[in-house]
């Protein structure tokens, strides 16, 4: 399969002379005009390598590398009244290589399935009234690649309290998706002649956001997502206790509920001390708290970091067991170590890059960002990423 990489170095190239020709913006002006507001290049190198490998049932390698590189282009106009319009139109498209998928065939770098490309495109729309702080969206997005077909839409809703200091808001998102049934090589009845089902996820979206002073910021948010359809994976093998292997089989229905609470704390005016704690539970009795941690500190007028670091643990969901541990009397069985008991840290380092200039010269590509992080599970899987974003504005 080609392999299709599009860094954010090239596509800085494709906007050069437009960036050197358009007139520096000015805050006091609101422009009638659809004007071109932001853009965002990011590219990113992902690499994991594990030994609980989900199609084969719980045992094999989980080597995977993923390259993805993603555009966002915002535009803004404002309305005869004053009402703020901005789009928001964002593409994306992603090449990975798994030596996992690839054992769906049972023969390690050489099936089609070692490696796939994936295509996602978005656009949104917001409707502002600044005056009254009030804002409607809607969106629609698509995800594309050889065994899966994603659509989605939301919509939402924000209202600020009188003092500005306060927001309140809903969102209401849908994906309806399409999976292709690409069975393990050894339980296959009718060749590559694959069949396929459905599966819908409904998710309703609250928070709340409150300045409490000039130095804290604080939000809660709470989400429930219900699931339903095929929510297994059909190349997901599960080895018995009596040697016999089966496909993955999860309920139909799955109901989610995160909780979560965002805080920023303004230490000085170099220091920014942000912090995350989000509680997780669902019907498949699996349970989870994140913790994060992230304080970026400005060096210099262009330049800061931002050390972070994230944990993370889990319950298993009850329908998990290794690799030769389900009987027929499971009426529900997976191998995929996703779903098991683990602990997980994440930590790196983010650098951004804001020269007065602008990067390489160029005065509305204002700002460069180079974030890595190294993920680590209690599991033995263990994964690193590189990103670099480039924003125009």
């Known amino acids: 399969m080609k392999r299709i990489f599009i860094t954010g ?29 932001e853009v965002n290049l990011v590219s990113s190198y992902y690499k994991q390598d594990g030994n609980n490998s989900a199609v084969g049932g719980g045992i094999g390698s989980q080597h995977l590398t993923d390259i993805a590189n ?40 050489s099936s089609a399935s070692s490696s796939d490309n994936r295509f996602y495109p978005s656009l949104s729309y917001l409707r502002e009234n600044e005056e009254k702080g009030r804002t409607f969206g809607i969106g629609v997005s698509s995800s594309t690649e050889f065994d899966y077909q994603s659509f989605g839409g939301n919509i939402s809703f924000s209202q600020k309290t009188k003092n500005k200091n306060g927001e309140f808001t809903a969102k209401f998102q849908t994906f309806i998706d399409q999976l292709k049934l ?37 939000m809660l948010v709470g989400d429930i997502i219900s699931q339903n359809g095929y929510l297994s994976l059909p190349f997901h093998r599960v080895y018995f206790a009596d040697n016999s292997v089966h496909q993955e089989k999860m309920p139909d229905t799955r109901l989610k509920i995160p909780l979560g609470i965002r805080a920023s704390y303004f230490l000085g005016d170099n220091i920014i001390i942000r912090a995350y704690y989000r509680y997780y539970t669902d019907d498949w009795n699996l349970k989870a708290h994140t913790a994060d941690l992230e304080i970026p500190v400005k060096l210099t007028q262009a330049f800061s970091l931002s050390p972070f670091y994230r944990y993370y643990t ?14 027929g009397a499971d009426e529900f069985y997976t191998s995929n170590y996703d779903l098991s008991k683990f602990d997980s840290s994440f930590f790196g380092m983010g650098m951004k890059f804001t020269p007065p200039d602008g990067i390489f010269g160029l005065k509305h590509w204002n700002t460069l960002e180079i974030r890595y992080g190294h993920y680590d599970r209690s599991n033995n899987l263990t994964s690193d990423i590189i990103s670099l974003n480039i924003k125009y504005k």
């Open 314 to 327: 889990q319950s298993a969901a009850k329908y998990f067991k290794p690799y030769g541990v389900h009987t």
């Open 182 to 218: 690409i069975d393990p090589l050894e339980l296959r009845t009718s060749g590559e002649n694959y069949g396929s089902a459905n599966r819908n996820t409904f998710a309703g979206t609250l928070s709340y956001s409150q300045i409490i002073n000039q130095r804290l910021q604080v």
């Open 9 to 37: 170095f090239a596509l800085l190239a494709l906007f050069q002379l437009k960036a050197q020709n358009i007139p520096s913006d000015s805050t006091a002006y609101k422009s009638k005009k659809l004007k071109l507001e």
């Open 70 to 109: 993603t555009i966002d282009v915002k535009l803004v106009k404002y309305g005869e009244t004053g009402i703020k319009h901005t789009f928001d139109i964002e593409a994306g498209i992603d090449h990975y290589t798994s030596a996992s998928s690839d054992m769906i065939d049972l023969s390690a770098n």
